[in-house]
């Protein structure tokens, strides 16, 4: 079983729709981040917890929240999409004093 | 905001040569600068990491080079393999914090 688990792994919504993405991990990690990848640039980061309490913006929050249920959890939320939100969306886990990230296998998400 | 870059955005060579991928960093106060692979369809892996204090570190088949003078970071793949084939991406870390990651080169390896 994966460390990391993203739910759903592809996705197709309507514009306006409200969805979310889950992640659960397994590793006991106390952080966790969502990543947004496009083609040509990279892994942006959207929101990032350092434990249940901690919520904190990344480099392109609008449009996004987020809620972390559990230290194993860590959902995004869509509120509105909207087709530019049409990305891979990873969750990542680290522990704190490591440098070494684990990614989930990624969402894949369409808006129409 | 952070700026981690790459000089190229794919790199073709052949196997059994070596690999040099490049990366350029802008922020003199990360703590850490991390190499990732992400194969097709798969979310990023950790390769290996450099302290800031650091010059070079060596991994099994891999070296990283930190060059701070010029914000300058480079993976060196030896040997290459059919299996190097994947999107390589730097990323930087401050104080445990966030990672920032550049944009990533595509490497392909040809038989």
């Known amino acids: 079983d994966a460390d990391v688990t993203q739910t759903p792994r592809n996705r197709i919504t309507k514009t306006g729709k409200r969805i979310m993405l889950e992640c659960s991990q397994t590793k006991g990690h106390d952080r966790m981040y969502w990543y947004r990848q496009d083609p040509g640039l990279g892994l942006r980061l959207i929101y990032y917890s350092f434990d249940v309490k901690d919520i904190n913006k990344g480099e392109i929050s609008d449009g996004y929240s987020v809620s972390r249920q559990a230290q194993a959890k860590f959902s995004l939320s869509l509120e509105s999409a909207i087709p530019n939100q049409t990305a891979l969306y990873f969750c990542?886990?680290?522990?704190?004093?490591?440098?070494?990230?684990?990614f989930g296998q990624g969402t894949r998400l369409t808006v129409v | 905001g952070e700026s981690v870059g790459l000089h190229l955005p794919t790199l073709s060579v052949q196997e059994g040569d070596n690999s040099i991928i490049n990366c350029a960093y802008s922020n003199s106060a990360s703590d850490y600068f991390i190499w990732y692979k992400q194969e097709s369809g798969k979310g990023p892996q950790f390769i290996i990491d450099i302290r800031s204090n650091m010059d070079k570190r060596q991994g099994q088949r891999v070296t990283v080079l930190l060059n701070k003078t010029v914000k300058h970071l480079s993976l060196q793949i030896a040997a290459t393999q059919p299996g190097d084939s994947a999107v390589y991406f730097c990323?930087?870390?401050?104080?445990?914090?966030?990672?920032?990651f550049g944009t990533g080169t595509s490497l392909t390896v040809i038989p």
């Open positions: 990323a930087e870390n401050q104080a445990g914090n966030q990672f920032y």
């Open positions: 990542a886990t680290a522990l704190t004093g490591n440098t070494e990230a684990f």
